[in-house]
């Protein structure tokens, strides 16, 4: 009886120190993610993005947090692309040519914004792979897409829909596109935050 009281002990408290470590491990990462969010407009969501890539033991660079931001941002700007398709579809078929038009923009401009964020996606993946040279070049290139692709969510939302599409469709593409628009905007801030703190390294090495 005395030796299964005392293996339940052990194993209660192997189990305590296991959550406890889990615990302690997230909360390392919370603040450090924190930290590198300190710089977007939308820190909460920038957290939320990041935090299933981080633990204590494997802490995303400043460039993996760029692109895993970045990627995030992709994957919401094709299922809004998705979406928008989807609806118009639907109003294609009831023949109704003012709310299909208004759509047809923003489908225009989602198309665009999923062009533009994929190139990006490429272009981030090979900064400081192909010589300290290129490095501002793919930076440029990068900040232009993503540039791009927040002013066409940006048009979408404030301009196209306009008064031509139902309120319930309406509210549900610009809950979409607004979530791309804050994406790309966080994207941007990790990548310039990114750049910054490696050229300051290069400085630091190379005086």
């Known amino acids: 009886m005395a030796q299964m009281t005392f293996s339940l002990l052990v194993l209660y408290l192997t189990i305590l120190a296991c959550l406890l470590s889990t615990i302690e491990a997230r909360s390392r990462a919370r603040a450090y993610l924190e930290a590198q969010c300190r710089s977007t407009l939308y820190t909460n969501l920038c957290v939320r993005?990041?935090?299933?890539?981080?633990?204590?033991?494997?802490?995303?660079?400043?460039?993996?947090?760029?692109?895993?931001?970045?990627?995030?941002?992709?994957?919401?700007?094709?299922?809004?692309?998705?979406?928008?398709?989807?609806?118009?579809?639907?109003l294609n078929k009831t023949k109704n040519p003012g709310e299909y038009e208004a759509l047809e923009e923003c489908l225009?401009?989602?198309?665009?914004?999923?062009?533009?964020?994929?190139?990006?996606?490429?272009?981030?993946?090979?900064?400081?792979?192909?010589?300290?040279?290129?490095?501002?070049?793919h930076e440029s290139n990068v900040q232009s897409w993503?540039?791009?692709?927040?002013?066409?969510?940006?048009?979408?939302?404030?301009?196209?829909?306009?008064?031509?599409?139902?309120?319930?469709?309406?509210?549900?593409?610009?809950?979409?596109?607004?979530?791309?628009?804050?994406?790309?905007?966080?994207?941007?801030?990790?990548?310039?935050?990114f750049t910054a703190r490696h050229r300051a390294s290069r400085a630091i090495k190379n005086p």
């Not at 935090?51 to 760029?66: E, G, R, T, V």
């Not at 225009?108 to 490095?135: A, C, R």
């Not at 309406?170 to 310039?192: G, P, W």
Request: hydrophobic share 40%.
């Open 108 to 137: 225009y401009q989602i198309n665009n914004g999923v062009n533009q964020i994929t190139q990006s996606v490429k272009e981030l993946q090979q900064m400081g792979k192909d010589g300290e040279e290129n490095f501002g070049w």
């Open 146 to 193: 993503v540039g791009a692709a927040l002013t066409d969510a940006t048009a979408c939302m404030d301009g196209f829909l306009g008064d031509k599409i139902g309120s319930k469709t309406k509210s549900m593409i610009k809950t979409r596109f607004l979530n791309v628009k804050e994406l790309a905007s966080n994207s941007l801030a990790l990548l310039n935050r």
């Open 49 to 90: 993005t990041l935090l299933p890539h981080a633990n204590k033991y494997d802490l995303p660079s400043p460039q993996k947090i760029a692109q895993i931001s970045l990627t995030t941002c992709l994957a919401k700007a094709r299922f809004t692309k998705a979406y928008v398709n989807m609806v118009a579809k639907e």
